[in-house]
C-alpha cells in the first residue's frame, strides 16, 4: 500500500483542523492531492461544493470510487499530479466555485516538486492547505536570517502568504513518518509580493543560493554579461541599498527585488 510513500493521516482532530483551516463553502471548489483512504475527502465533501480528488493508487482508486458513488459533489480521478494539467482539472470539475481551494496530505517524496507545481499556477487558486513535512513548513515560512531559509522560502512568499497551523506528530499517520510533519496555510496573492522583472529577480535568487558560501556580490558577479565591468556590480548594490556582503538567506525578497531593478538598469546601460 505505501509504493507511493503514502503516511494515511488516522487523527479526526488533525483532519478537522485541516478542513477548518481551509473553511470550503458550499460555492468552494476543492482539489485533493492524494486522498489515500478518503478520511479527509469526506469532510471535504460535507462542506465544499465540489471535490476533485486526484490519486495515483489505482487500488485507492477503486475503494473511493466505491466510497463516493453516487456523491455528486465529490470526483475520483485516477492520475499522477505530477504530470497532471491542473487548470485543466480545475475547468473539467464543471463547477461554478466561489473560491479553488487545494488541500493535501503530501507524500514526502514528491512535496518539493508539487509545491513548485502549485505555485507555479497559484493564480488558479485562492489558497493551500497542506500537510508536508516539519522541515519543510520551516522553509516555507522562514524569514531572512532564519534556518531554512532557501529558494524555496521566496518562492512561496513571492506567490503566497505562508502561515504554520498546527505541528503534527508522527502518532498521527499509519504508518508513522519517521519525523514531525505540519499543516501550512498559503494564502495566493493576486499580485507578486514585489514588483521586478521575474527573470532578472530569480537569476539572482537561484545565483544567490546555489553559492551560498559566496557574498551575493561574488554570486552576482558570475551573471556579468560580456562587456560589463565588475565595477557595475558595486554600483548597483549602492543603487539598490543593499549591503553586498550579505548572503542570500540573509536577504528579504524586497532587497532581492531593488538588486533586479538596479541590476537590470544597469546590465541595460552597458548593452547601449
Known amino acids: 500500500m505505501r509504493r507511493y510513500g503514502q503516511h494515511f493521516l488516522v487523527c479526526q482532530e488533525v483532519r478537522d483542523s485541516i478542513v477548518d483551516a481551509a473553511a470550503p463553502g458550499p460555492r468552494d471548489l476543492v482539489l485533493e492531492i492524494g486522498p489515500g483512504k478518503g478520511a479527509l475527502t469526506a469532510k471535504l465533501a460535507e462542506r465544499a461544493g465540489m471535490v476533485v480528488a486526484v490519486e495515483i493508487d489505482g487500488h485507492l482508486v477503486e475503494a473511493l470510487q466505491k466510497a ?21 482539472l480545475a475547468r473539467e470539475a464543471d463547477f461554478e466555485a466561489g473560491r479553488r481551494l487545494v488541500v493535501a496530505n503530501l507524500p514526502y517524496c514528491i512535496t518539493s516538486p508539487v509545491l513548485r507545481q502549485l505555485l507555479a499556477n497559484s493564480l488558479l487558486f485562492d489558497e493551500f492547505v497542506l500537510m508536508v513535512q516539519m522541515e519543510v513548513a520551516e522553509r516555507l515560512v522562514a524569514g531572512p536570517g532564519e534556518s531554512g531559509r532557501s529558494v524555496l522560502s521566496l518562492m512561496a512568499q513571492y506567490h503566497t502568504e505562508p502561515s504554520l497551523v498546527m505541528r503534527v506528530g508522527p502518532e498521527c499517520f499509519q504508518p508513522p513518518p519517521a519525523v514531525d510533519s ?20 530569480w537569476a539572482l535568487v537561484e545565483a544567490g543560493f546555489k ?14 554579461p560580456p562587456g560589463c565591468g565588475a565595477d557595475l556590480i558595486d554600483r548597483a548594490f549602492h543603487d539598490a541599498d543593499v549591503d553586498p556582503r550579505l548572503r542570500a538567506e540573509h536577504m528579504s525578497l524586497d532587497q532581492f527585488s531593488a538588486l533586479a531593478d538596479a541590476v537590470n538598469a544597469l546590465f541595460a546601460a552597458c548593452s547601449r
Open 211 to 224: 553559492h551560498r558560501r559566496k557574498t551575493m556580490r561574488n554570486a552576482v558577479y558570475a551573471l556579468l
Open 68 to 88: 463516493f458513488a453516487g456523491r455528486a459533489g465529490v470526483r475520483i480521478v485516477h492520475a499522477d499530479v505530477l504530470e497532471c494539467d491542473i487548470a485543466r
Open 182 to 201: 505540519a499543516v501550512v496555510r498559503l494564502k495566493v496573492r493576486k499580485r507578486p509580493a514585489v514588483d521586478a522583472d521575474p527573470r532578472t529577480l
